[in-house]
């Protein structure tokens, strides 16, 4: 009988076991290879490097404003949660066309960036990324002569890391719009959620509140982000991130804020999919908030 229970519990712990490592994975993907070469499809960029807490490199690339539109600010991505910048960066870097300077970063982990991905991780260099771009645009103001604004953009991972980070993140007041795409509230939330989509894991959801950390989730903080001019876009039939969280987080956040939601539209891809419509209105979004 005690033979029978202690295997018992060697096969509970290595579900759980295979079940954690599996709640993981959902939330970082990392990939190690090239996708796209923004070099090769004709735009201007160079490598970057971000140094991150305890030494970590973080590798970005630097994408600078081009044509003749007048030089009007600075973009940082914050990417999802799979690959890694060279297959994210080309939902945003459109705007180097449209005056705006971009930077997309890798967190810990992912391609050339050093370290393991982990939410303590990703919250590290988030901060680092947001003063890294903060420099970057302060140098850009003084050698343009003109203040540039500076913006953030989080999507799906990345925006819920954005928001967990901007409660840390001393020189808030310095970003003029924040924008927060197809992302969730709470890491124990989702996670639940994907258990429950199949029969397999379903009756395991409430495991999600045991082995899945909120500790850097950003419902705990987004109420307390006052004064940060705050837009939040999601699609209708995002299947990957109902748009339920979408609207949670409007919910929760404090004024001034904006909700876009997108009819028809799928995880991510208001500015790919359906960017005919919105890149148009992110620009004029970009540019009112870069004038207050």
Not at 228 to 238: E, F, M, N, Y
Request: hydrophobic share 40%.
């Amino acid at each position: 009988m005690t033979r029978n229970r202690s295997l018992a519990g060697l096969l509970f712990f290595l579900f759980a076991a295979s079940l954690f490592s599996s709640c993981t994975h959902l939330f970082y993907q990392p990939g190690k290879e090239q996708y796209f070469d923004p070099g090769k499809m004709g735009m201007v960029y160079q490598d970057a490097w971000i140094e991150s807490a305890g030494g970590r490199k973080l590798h970005a690339w630097l994408f600078p404003s081009v044509g003749e539109t007048p030089e009007r600010g600075t973009i940082i991505q914050f990417h999802g949660n799979a690959e890694n910048i060279s297959s994210h960066f080309a939902s945003l870097a459109w705007v180097t066309k449209r005056g705006y300077n971009f930077i997309a970063f890798d967190y810990s982990g992912y391609w050339n960036s050093d370290g393991e991905p982990g939410q303590k991780a990703l919250n590290e260099d988030s901060l680092s990324a947001l003063t890294y771009a903060y420099k970057f645009n302060q140098t850009r103001s003084q050698e343009t002569g003109n203040k540039l604004s500076l913006s953030a953009y989080g999507q799906s991972l990345g925006g819920a890391v954005l928001l967990r980070a901007l409660a840390d993140y001393p020189l808030r007041g310095e970003l003029n719009a924040v924008v927060i795409e197809s992302s969730f509230y709470s890491y124990q939330t989702i996670a639940r959620e994907k258990l429950g989509l199949s029969w397999i894991t379903w009756l395991f959801q409430p495991l999600a509140y045991v082995l899945v950390s909120d500790e850097y989730a950003p419902e705990k903080v987004i109420g307390s982000l006052s004064g940060t001019r705050l837009l939040v876009i999601h699609g209708t039939d995002d299947k990957v991130v109902p748009i339920r969280h979408g609207r949670r987080i409007f919910e929760l956040a404090k004024e001034p804020k904006t909700f876009w939601e997108v009819q028809g539209g799928r995880h991510i891809d208001s500015m790919t999919r359906h960017g005919k419509e919105y890149r148009d209105k992110l620009i004029a979004y970009l540019d009112e908030a870069g004038a207050k």
